[in-house]
């Protein structure tokens, strides 16, 4: 009983608001699952992060600036856009890591591409260059792109990663999703597939 019939006091004082979230102290698997709940803020932290280790990817995959400039902005655009994709399998470094490394062999493939089609300024002849040195560059390169395309798909990518743009195995095997032996293996079979085609075009 309360004595003398007091009315009991209820204290009451204001709600603490919350302190302010510093994300970048936060790790980052809090980040992505803010981030895919969509938390603008966790997605721009996770970006402004890693953005150094993509460049660095890029960088070391990709040997002209320009290209690898363009890869690791593509690859932090593909980060935003897949990261629902991301299912915490692995670490979210592993998962950006492929991502990256894959991003660059777009950028070299496309890069391949252009350097196959014949332009029209490569029939102009510089002030200092060879001409007949030049056309007959200009035919071999157009004969070893004819002849890449009869051979298998799988073991052109792999000679082309490694011959053209200088990858080593294991960034083949993170950019195909393959073994590193199986890389070995393809870039063996590719060369010698190659090779088979372009001596049999010279025996004609």
């Known amino acids: 009983m309360q004595p003398g019939g007091r009315e009991q006091r209820h204290i ?19 980040l992505v699952r803010r981030a895919k709940d969509g938390d603008r803020e966790a997605l721009r932290a ?9 460049e660095r990817v890029s ?13 690791a902005q593509e690859s932090l655009v593909k980060l935003c856009q897949r990261l629902g994709q ?33 332009l029209v300024e490569d029939r102009r ?28 798909a799988s073991h052109a ?3 082309v990663l490694k011959d053209a743009f200088d990858y080593s195995f294991a960034e083949i095997s993170a950019a195909a999703g393959i073994p590193v032996g199986t890389a070995k ?3 063996h079979r590719g060369r010698k597939s190659l090779r088979r085609r372009l001596e049999a075009l010279e025996a004609v």
């Open 157 to 159: 990518r792999v000679v």
């Open 185 to 187: 293996c393809y870039a």
């Open 12 to 30: 009451t004082q204001p709600l603490r608001a919350d302190p302010p979230l510093h994300y970048d102290t936060l790790s980052d698997p809090i």
């Open 59 to 71: 960088a070391q995959v990709l040997s002209d600036p320009e290209d690898a400039k363009d890869a």
């Open 46 to 54: 996770l970006c402004s992060r890693h953005a150094p280790r993509v």
């Open 86 to 118: 991301f299912r915490g399998e692995s670490q979210f470094s592993t998962w950006l890591h492929r991502l990256v490394v894959n991003t660059c062999y777009d950028v070299a493939q496309r890069q391949r591409s252009r350097r196959c089609e014949p």
């Open 125 to 152: 002849v510089a002030s200092d260059a060879d001409p007949v040195r030049e056309a007959v560059l200009h035919e071999l390169r157009g004969e070893l792109g004819a002849q890449l395309a009869g051979v298998s």
